[in-house]
């Protein structure tokens, strides 16, 4: 006894009869469409403002605190982190990205947002189960693929780069 | 007493009355433009409790309760309660049913959970089976988003046809006495899927069965849309309601004058909520608060009411599975003499 269309049967639509293909038309006429190059625009102009205030923070902190270039990017960087992070807290971060997509999404403020939105989400099964647990939930591939590549050039670095 | 079927339609001889119906709508749905209508508004998602989860359920014991009052009953006089949710294992409704003395089926079509409720508890009174029913649904923004999608804070950016859960729970008793309208007929849908697979645009996917429904019910009943006052989509939202629309007009059906969308309307079609409300709560607070006063009004005096499901979970979205969906319609009149 053979199974007929095993996993592959789909119902047949008597009263409409439309085939994907022909669905897929309709959807793609009345679907609102996405303005990519607005899109792309708002994503350089959030994404380059958010960068020009990281700069801005470090020449503060060489300036101001006789900080080396090196360890004013560093505290440049925990304080975008920290500003990121208050403007998630503050439910104001998923309206920038709402406008900027990934403008909002890439520099070191939108992985702060990445970390504090599981742990406000998770806070209610508590500190282990919740929020230990949940943490890394979006920003996990992010480091689980970062650390591959950086060992990937480390290995190729110490093969080749002598 | 006998039930008759016809085609994938019951036809009730005794057509059960919507005796009492309650709603309690969350802080985002009391800004729209149908919040008086409402039972009940909440200022707070979780409804004073720690956690989304419990506030939902709260919503929706509260809405059971509310409606057992309004129709002068006690869960001790319900033959059968049918109620469910979008959350794993039906929980909301299962804790609901924990604190309720009477009989509990959970039942599940996703958004199309409350129709599936009427139309069961319909053919159950009809059948004999059962003299009171209460049918009930619940979905909740806060939950249903931390189950199918990211955290709500994440800042990534949704296309402007994606729709948003309502929060909302609405509950309705069946009985033979009392109430403004009762359900004359019932049509169960098929599993339908014509290969939607992004979960951003549930009301597209849901749209074909929506419009297998209506068609089969019509065919059913040789009725046509002269037959209603309105049809009445669950939540197919603003872009879905378009998709129908135009599957509707591939068979010479001119219905927009006629389809309304419980999801499409509920927050006015402002353009923050996207394509408009999803979520079985928007049919269940929007259909017993604003649509059964006016049919009492004599505004309509017979309405197709179609709950429209998206089948699909967190895991099948991430395994690239299409999203099947499904449509349940019952028919809906004003009560001659009531």
């Not at chain 2, 299962?94 to 129709?115: E, K, M, N, Q, W």
């Not at chain 2, 004058?257 to 709560?281: A, P």
């Amino acid at each position: 006894m053979t199974i007929q269309n095993e996993l592959k049967g789909r119902i047949l639509l008597k009263n409409i009869n439309k085939t994907t293909d022909e669905f897929k038309k309709i959807v793609q006429k009345e679907q609102p469409s996405v303005n990519k190059t607005a899109n792309f625009f708002k994503a350089f102009l959030v994404g380059g403002t958010i960068c020009l205030l990281g700069q801005v923070f470090q020449e503060l902190f060489m300036t101001f605190f006789e900080y080396s270039q090196q360890d004013a990017g560093t505290m440049a960087s925990i304080t975008m982190i920290f500003l990121g992070g208050l403007l998630t807290g503050l439910d104001v971060y998923d309206e920038i990205g709402q406008f900027a997509g990934a403008g909002s999404l890439v520099p070191v403020t939108g992985f702060a947002n990445s970390m504090v939105a599981p742990a406000l989400e998770y806070k209610q099964e508590g500190f282990i189960i919740g929020i230990g647990a949940n943490l890394f939930s979006i920003a996990g591939p992010v480091l689980a693929y970062g650390m591959v590549s950086a060992f990937l050039i480390g290995l190729l670095q110490t093969l080749f780069g002598g | 007493m006998a039930v008759k079927c016809k085609g994938q339609t019951f036809i009730f001889e005794n057509p059960p009355h919507i005796v009492a119906h309650a709603a309690i709508v969350g802080p985002e749905e009391s800004k729209g433009p149908y919040s008086d209508y409402f039972d009940l508004h909440l200022d707070d998602a979780k409804y004073g409790e720690d956690s989304w989860e419990k506030g939902e359920e709260r919503m929706a014991a509260n809405a059971v309760n509310l409606s057992l009052d309004k129709a002068s009953v006690t869960a001790a006089d319900v033959d059968l309660m049918l109620g469910g949710d979008l959350l794993n294992q039906l929980i909301t409704a299962d804790f609901v049913a924990r604190d309720l003395d009477a009989p509990f089926l959970g039942i599940y079509s996703a958004c199309a959970t409350l129709v599936e409720g009427l139309s069961l508890g319909a053919a159950l009174m009809d059948g004999g089976f059962a003299d009171c029913v209460v049918a009930f649904a619940s979905s909740h923004y806060q939950t249903a988003e931390r189950q199918y999608r990211t955290p709500l804070e994440y800042g990534v950016q949704y296309p402007p046809y994606k729709q948003f859960t309502v929060t909302a729970a609405g509950s309705y008793v069946l009985g033979w006495v009392g109430g403004d309208v009762w359900i004359t007929h019932a049509t169960f849908g098929k599993v339908i899927d014509l290969g939607v697979t992004d979960p951003n645009d549930l009301g597209s996917a849901m749209a074909p069965a929506a419009a297998e429904i209506i068609l089969q019910n019509f065919k059913d009943l040789n009725r046509g849309l002269a037959d209603y006052d309105l049809i009445l989509t669950g939540d197919l939202g603003i872009t879905g309601k378009k998709v129908l629309t135009s599957l509707l007009e591939e068979k010479n059906i001119m219905a927009d004058d006629k389809l309304m969308d419980c999801g499409g309307e509920i927050f006015g079609g402002q353009k923050q909520y996207g394509s408009g409300g999803s979520g079985v709560g928007a049919s269940a607070s929007f259909f017993g608060s604003v649509i059964i006063p006016r049919i009492k009004a004599g505004e309509f005096s017979r309405i197709l009411f179609v709950g429209t499901g998206a089948l699909l979970s967190a895991l099948t979205v991430k395994q690239k599975e299409s999203i099947p969906a499904i449509a349940h319609a019952i028919v809906v009149e004003k009560i001659p003499g009531g």
